[in-house]
């Protein structure tokens, strides 16, 4: 029977993510730890793994460059920053923190930050295997088919872990050896610091390797096991660009699973991009080639593509939005976008409102139920409610110096192929004539034309081309 007294004292517990790395595979003049997986830093997925078994501390190993400033801006607001002066390796690395964490006696979860995958759930999984058993040292490990570039996990003939076989320097024995180490660990601090000091370089790489430790404690009769999970994507390692592209396909299926889990309809994820942060309301149809990054959030019952773009914006309920570019706007109910329409920043289209095709809107409000159809560009406009604009108007809004606004009353009807040279002010129910270029205000209810009268002269075009008139 388990008893309250059986479950120990409730231990301390420091986390240290590991990003000091070179990442030199990455060729990249970006820090490898921040480059993106669906929109997120790698090293964000991976603190707010951490995060989910609220640790005392959290420690995150830079290396003393540009990157670290840029990194531990993405970092939570309780971490703090230990610099490690040289990349000589993952047990240097963590050896550089426990300068940081003097007298620590809980447990220190270690964690690479080129695991972008790891989820809480599987961090607070190995936490719970450790403390069952309280052994020196529990590490994360997965068999795999496709072992090549992790360290193999070596167990002597009892099955007890006995050594880390880094790639690069085991035999083909070792090489052979399909369990993996996945990069994460939880040490019993007070066995790891004294075994870290033991780690020696002489290896392949000239490092300090972390995985060392392993053999080391084994040597001392101390235990180390292996908490096993089945999924091998969880702790995919971030090395190359190959890599990250084999991150992002997973994460952007784990968030798609989790849209189609709430009632969103995916007609092909195979082909659907949304990153992490994108909300989206139920009902609503992802088609193909759709892409929404950033903070986009999308309401419930909507049609979205196929390709389609949106990026930063706010899309309310039973929108349709078909083929079309759309980023930092807002886009209110029942409004039809495209195809072919790119809305620019700044940009609102209230209840109703339709941007057609080959339609441009930058820093504008199109009224309720008024309609953009064609062929437009609208730059820093007011339109009010039930306004037409005609096919191929133009705000003339930018003077090769300053910019300018059109507003454009309720009702109005403005002909095909109108310039407003801004600033310039149409009131309510007023028209326009086609092809007019509109340099000063139109009264409510008036017609503004500003084109030359048309003249027609006759038998020229028979003269022209010497056509013989028929008797
Ligand atoms: C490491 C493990 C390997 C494991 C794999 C899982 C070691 C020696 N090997 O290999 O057993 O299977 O991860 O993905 O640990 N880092 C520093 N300072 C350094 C060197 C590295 O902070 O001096 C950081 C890196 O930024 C990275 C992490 O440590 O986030 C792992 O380093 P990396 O070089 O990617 O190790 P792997 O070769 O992938
Ligand atoms: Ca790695």
Known sequence: MESAENEGPKRDLAVVILAAGLGTRMRSRTAKVLHHVCGRPMISWVSAAAGAVAPQRLLVVLAPDLAAAAVH?????????????????????VGTAAAALPEFEGDLLVINGDTPLITGDAIDDLLDAHRQSMPACTMLTVRTGDPSGYGRVCRDADGRVVRVAEERDANQAEKKICEINAGVYVFDAVALWPALEQVQSGNSQGEFYLTDVVEILSAGRQVVMAHETDDPDLVLGVNSRQDL???????????LDRHMAAGVTVRDPACTYVEADVTIGRDTVLEPMTVLAGSTQIGEDCVIGPAARIVDSEIDDGVTLVASNVAGARIDAGCSVGPYAYIRPGTRLMQSAKAGAFVEIKNSVVGEAAKVPHLSYIGDAEIGSRTNVGAGNITANYDGVSKFRTVIGD??????????????????????????????????????????????????ARKKFAREEKD
């Open 73 to 93: 801006q993405v970092m939570p607001q309780n971490a703090e920053a230990v610099l490690q002066e040289q990349q000589l390796g993952t047990g240097d690395a």
């Open 245 to 255: 592209a084999v991150a992002e396909k997973a994460m952007r299926r784990r968030i």
């Open 411 to 460: 009702d109005v009807h403005t002909g095909a192929d109108t310039v407003f040279v801004a600033p310039v002010t149409i009131g309510d129910g007023a028209m326009t004539g086609a092809g007019s270029v509109i340099t000063g205000d139109v009264p409510a209810d008036a017609l503004g034309i500003a084109r030359a009268n048309q003249k027609n002269i006759e038998g020229y």
